[in-house]
């Protein structure tokens, strides 16, 4: 079969939030690289796909109730974040923060940070008085999950 798909020259772009070197949760933008050229069987046509390796833990659908605020807690574990409707927030405590909406991702691995005024990890929460509905992807923290995912 021949491929109709180009050369793939960039990743998909995200945010990640992890435990920055002085212990506080911290977030920057992040490029997925290492896409190849896959079929997903049968007489599908070839696509772009990574595949993670690592044991998966869960796959939750949240639904965050209007005005929800998440006060400071850590990520349950690595997972990827998914917004599917409405928006919501992420605060970390190195002052930043970002707003995301649907089809905006991110790795979240803010574990075993600083206690810095009584608070650990970060505050998240919904925006513009909606519910937000989140799809996460949640990883056992061990030595399977992918390095190229467990440093981002």
């Known amino acids: 079969m021949t491929s ?3 050369k793939r020259s960039h990743g998909v772009r995200h945010l990640t ?5 002085d212990g506080r949760s ?9 896409f190849v050229e896959r079929s997903l069987g049968g007489k599908a046509a ?3 796909m990574k595949v993670f390796e ?5 796959v939750l659908f949240t639904i965050l109730p209007a005005g929800w605020t998440g006060e400071w807690h850590e990520s ?5 974040v998914v917004a599917l409707k409405g928006r919501w927030f992420i605060e970390t405590q190195d002052g930043k923060r970002v707003e995301m909406g649907p089809g905006e991702i991110h790795w979240g691995a803010d574990l075993g940070t600083a206690t810095i005024d009584g608070n650990t990890g970060h505050r998240s929460g919904t925006l513009d008085d909606e519910e937000c509905v989140l799809l996460m992807i ?3 923290q061990n030595d399977r999950l992918d390095p190229a995912v467990r440093e981002l």
Do not use: M
């Open 54 to 58: 690592g044991d998966l833990d869960s």
């Open 76 to 80: 349950p574990g690595p997972q990827w």
């Open 26 to 34: 911290t977030l920057s933008e992040a490029c997925l690289n290492g």
């Open 46 to 48: 070839p696509l772009w």
């Open 17 to 21: 939030l992890v435990t920055g070197a």
């Open 138 to 140: 949640r990883f056992k």
């Open 4 to 6: 109709h798909l180009s």
